[in-house]
């Protein structure tokens, strides 16, 4: 219990931490659905061995461009690295914009919701912090994609890591609606989750990835997108979404 109490209290502080963007305007009503695509060695492992067929929710996408609506995926480097071909069209896809979310989803503050902490390979804690970075910016930058974003894997983050992406040219982008699919069997919880958080200038954080633990997103989708029209929001890229706070 005590170490859950600790992973709310870091998450709270990490998601309210100074230099990290959470929402855009209040004052108009534009909301931007990002989705996270996470890759650990983990699941990696999981693909390559077959016990997982794919990490890669493909009815996201198209629920997405059979309603129009526009998108930011944050992706991880090793996701890019197991899916380039499907990188590559979400990078040409107008309705969608792409940023960087790690490259292979630790921890960067622990406890993180039972994440790996950042594999050092021989070098200091921050070099390596560093290299989660660079290299997925460089994965991104292969696809002809200008990126400005990062977001903290689980959101977990300490000011130094927050100065450090900053100084490597980011903006760290987490969110104020958090769906809360991980782990979730049932779309309807998904919904709720969503549609009771949302607001004028929301950034909402779903999971692109699927696989066994993140099943129920897509059906979710499917209907999280109507309710939110129906209340007069537009849809819109984080990159719009925050042009007025610069």
Not at 7 to 17: D, E, F, K, S, Y
Not at 213 to 239: D, H, M, N, W, Y
Request: aromatic letters at 8%; one cysteine or more.
């Amino acid at each position: 219990m005590k170490r859950f109490v600790a992973i709310l209290t870091l998450l709270a502080l990490a998601l309210a931490a100074p230099g990290i963007l959470t929402h855009g305007p209040r004052s108009t009503p534009k909301i931007a659905l990002t989705f996270d695509a996470d890759m650990t060695p983990g699941m990696k492992q999981n693909l390559l061995s077959g016990r997982v067929k794919s990490y890669n929710n493909t009815r996201i996408y198209a629920i997405l461009e059979q309603q129009q609506v526009k998108a930011t995926f944050f992706l991880t480097g090793m996701w890019i690295e197991l899916y380039p071909q499907q990188a590559k069209a979400l990078a040409q896809n107008p309705l969608f914009e792409l940023a960087n979310h790690s490259y292979s989803h630790p921890g960067f503050e622990q406890p993180c919701y039972g994440l790996p902490s950042v594999t050092l390979e021989g070098q200091g804690l921050v070099q390596a912090k560093e290299a989660q970075v660079r290299k997925t910016q460089a994965l991104l930058e292969s696809l002809g994609v200008h990126n400005t974003y990062f977001r903290f894997p689980g959101g977990c983050a300490n000011p130094s890591d927050v100065a450090m992406v900053e100084r490597l040219g980011l903006r760290v982008v987490h969110w104020d609606a958090a769906g809360e699919d991980g782990g979730q069997h049932n779309p309807q919880v998904i919904v709720r989750n969503v549609l009771k958080q949302a607001q004028n200038g929301s950034i909402i954080v779903l999971h692109s990835h699927g696989g066994p633990k993140v099943p129920a997103t897509a059906e979710a989708l499917a209907q999280i997108i109507p309710a939110l029209k129906a209340r007069g929001f537009e849809f819109v890229k984080v990159s719009e979404l925050l042009t007025h706070n610069q």
